[in-house]
């Protein structure tokens, strides 16, 4: 992987990273696990040249992205152009009805003793967590799972409808700002799915999902703009992002913590008066002073839209959580450092992590604009250590 042209940009304040993060509320994801004594330690450590990065044992990361499973032999695709996939269903079944509303509702009529309703709409909620709560007709949940349909997080559940008496099997996932709904309905007098192979094949259709386009996914986006703390030499900063992603902002003990999230995906931007240091990559001239090595890492790099240049790095699996971290060019300088202009970015994301999830949290970091966009007044983190 290689560096973009050099473009200047902004450098960030030093003497400023990510403290310890408080633990979550039940709508955000639990990374307490692996925070392992907050990210305040791992950058303080940082700024005290410590290369634990290159030297901890990591588990190579895990990615749903490049999954997609392909049709069995003999399925037959389904495409549903409005509302922007495909399915491919068992030869076996056949499409009884759809309606053209809003809803895209398809009707398929399983080999056996039930239907499988297939709907799509606007998401209303930031989460499923939250779209589960909206649901008010006295539906319980037996057994929930987190699944895959196609490439995409989603949650399996078995529910008892008092209203029928029926009990499905519904499969929901929350793609940007659309809600997919796979419904597998006891038809025939049953009232419940007990059929092992049955069950075996929605599964293995669900799996062959794909979106047909994701242009017209997230285009309703909101825009925040973050607090100023009056003791840190952070400015506040403006960024846009999908509805369907919540934010939070909390200030205390003269920190800022911003968060963006959804599920289990999060951007956690901490603003706090601690010390920065020099992220050394495989690209990275000699230097003396405060840093991190991080030579052994893979990079992705990008430009925010006010040109700064950023890399966001693997930092390890922990059980079934994992991190990335974020460091940025400097002004005038071939390095690159932490924290950013806006701060300690951190993804914390799931270990076996959806691509596409993470690429879309990129396009909200790259949103990210300082309110006064210009080049911060405090000294770089190299300038206090000389190079060869």
């Not at 992002?241 to 999060?266: D, F, M």
């Not at 603003?271 to 893979?298: I, W, Y």
Request: aromatic share 12%; net charge negative.
């Amino acid at each position: 992987m290689t560096e973009n042209n050099p473009v200047q940009s902004s450098t960030a304040p030093i003497l400023e990273t990510t403290p310890a993060l408080p633990l979550d509320t039940a709508k955000k994801p639990n990374r307490l696990p692996y925070i392992l004594g907050g990210v305040a330690a791992i950058l303080v450590s940082l700024a005290l040249g410590i290369t634990f990065f290159s030297r901890s044992s990591t588990v190579a990361p895990s990615t749903s992205g490049t999954d997609q499973v392909d049709a069995p032999p003999g399925y037959v695709s389904y495409t549903n152009t409005p509302h922007f996939y495909s399915i491919a269903l068992s030869p076996k079944w056949s499409v009884v009805e759809t309606t053209p509303d809003q809803f895209g509702k398809l009707i398929i009529q399983t080999n056996e003793p039930a239907l499988i309703e297939i709907e799509s709409f606007k998401a209303t909620t930031s989460n499923l967590e939250e779209y589960f709560g909206t649901l008010q007709d006295g539906r319980s949940s037996s057994k929930s799972s987190p699944v895959k349909v196609g490439d995409y997080d989603a949650i399996e559940r078995f529910e008892s409808w008092p209203k029928t008496s029926l009990q499905p099997v519904i499969t929901y996932a929350q793609i940007q700002d659309k809600v997919y709904i796979f419904r597998l309905l006891p038809a025939g007098g049953k009232n419940a799915i007990s059929s092992e192979s049955l069950l075996k094949e929605y599964r293995n259709v669900l799996s062959t999902f794909k979106l047909t386009t994701t242009k017209e996914l997230g285009t309703d986006w909101k825009t925040f703009t973050t607090s100023q703390v009056a003791e840190l030499a952070y400015k506040s900063f403006t960024f846009s992002h999908p509805q369907s992603w919540a934010v939070t902002e909390k200030s205390e003990n003269k920190n800022l913590i911003v968060s963006i999230y959804r599920n289990n995906y999060e951007i956690s931007i901490t603003q706090a008066a601690v010390g920065g240091a020099v992220c050394l990559f495989k690209d990275s001239p000699d230097f003396t002073g405060s840093s991190g090595d991080l030579r052994t890492k893979e990079y992705t790099e990008f430009e925010t839209a006010t040109k700064e240049i950023m890399r966001r790095y693997f930092n390890q699996n922990q059980g079934e959580k994992s991190t990335f971290y974020f460091c940025q060019k400097e002004i005038n300088s071939p390095y690159f450092a932490t924290p950013t202009l806006f701060g300690g970015i951190v993804y914390y994301v799931p270990a076996k992590y959806d691509i596409n999830i993470i690429k879309e949290m990129d396009e909200i970091v790259k949103t990210f604009v300082n309110s006064d966009n210009t080049t911060p007044s405090p000294t770089p983190a190299t300038s206090s250590a000389t190079t060869p």
